[in-house]
Every structure is written in C-alpha cells, then in structure tokens.
C-alpha cells in the first residue's frame, strides 16, 4: 500500500472515531436526569470519599439543600453528652426522618449525617457551626447547627434544643448506600 493511500486510511479511521465521540454526547446526555427531573425529585448520589473528617457538603435535591456530614470521633462522642439539653433526643416525631435513622446519631452510619438544611421553625438555612466551646454560643457549646433568623440550635445529628423557637429535629431525607462510598439521597433503604 502506498503512503498516499495509508494516510488516506488514517484519516477516514480518525474521523469516523471522533465522529462516534461526539455523536454520542447526545445520547449518553439522555441518560442522565435532567436538570426539570432532579428539580422534581430524582435521587442524587454523592461520593463520600470527597469528604474529610468533619467536613459538611452542601448538595441539592428537590430544589433544597441537602448537607452530608463526615463527623469525627469527637462529634460523634458529643450527641451523648448534650442529650439533656434536646428537646427530642431520642427522635420520637417519627415524621422527622425514616425508621432507619431513628437512632442516636440519625443516621445509618454513624459516622455519616444527612439532612435537609432548613430550620424547622420558618425554613431558614441553619449555619454549620462545628467549633466549640464558641464565643457567641457558649462555653458548653459542643458543636452543631445555628439558625440566625431566631436563634434556633441543633446538635450534629439535627436534633434540636430546648428552649428555641424550632419545635422539631432537622428532618433527614430518605436515603441508602449504593456501594461503600457512595450515598443516594431520595431512595430508601431497605
Ligand atoms: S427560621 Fe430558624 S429559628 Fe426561625
């Protein structure tokens, strides 16, 4: 085979390959949610890898905020100590989050929390306040979740305190585990 023909080859080869590329950009596209879906509700998953001991990350779901927090020994030791200060400890409003996650640490793993991010008073976005012993929220303060509009507190597991405006835990969405590191929010677990 002469040269002329051997390149004439490889550029037919080339171009039909990044022709096959591109054509199905649409079609692998079409197998993802839309963007009209996950506003409707699709399950959203998330890599867990991607986060540090005690770091929170914010994603959306249904058009709200959904936080996933990896918490340290330390934060997880705290949900016992400020249990008499919570106004439900023991997750007793059922409608706050599924059965799997009526527990200490409302949640499947203990070392992973989900939750909504909105105050159960009037829906404002609760700040993560992980320090403790804060200036502003006191001495006994074990980190958790401030509201600012009213002063609302929560503990690392959204459960709320006594003596705040917000009458009920944060609520947790329904969610599972796909495999070890990655988490679905809006499917059951089974
Ligand atoms: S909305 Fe959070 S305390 Fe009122």
Excluded at 51 to 70: A, C, D, S, Y
């Amino acid at each position: 085979m002469d040269l002329k023909r051997r390149i004439l080859l490889w550029t037919i080869g080339l171009a039909g390959g990044v022709g096959l590329i591109f054509g199905s950009v649409p079609f692998i596209r079409s197998l993802l949610p839309s963007e009209k879906t996950k506003v409707a509700g699709a399950p959203v998953s998330f890599d867990l890898s991607k986060l540090m001991p005690g770091e929170q990350h914010t994603l959306q779901w249904r058009g709200k905020p959904i936080w996933v927090l990896k918490r340290t020994s330390a934060m997880s030791r705290s949900l016992d100590e400020v249990r008499h200060e919570l106004r439900d400890p023991d997750s007793e409003v059922s409608s706050q989050q599924p059965e799997y996650a009526r527990n200490e640490s409302r949640s499947i793993k203990p070392e992973y929390f989900v939750c909504i991010g909105l105050c159960t008073h009037l829906g404002c976005v609760p700040t993560f306040r992980p320090d403790t012993q804060s200036q502003d929220l006191g001495k006994d303060w074990h980190g958790g979740y401030f509201c600012p509009c009213h002063g609302s507190k929560f503990d690392l597991a959204g459960r709320v305190f006594k003596g705040v405006p917000a009458p009920t835990n944060l609520v947790v969405p329904p969610h599972r585990y796909r495999d070890p590191q990655t988490i679905v929010i809006g499917e059951d677990s089974v």
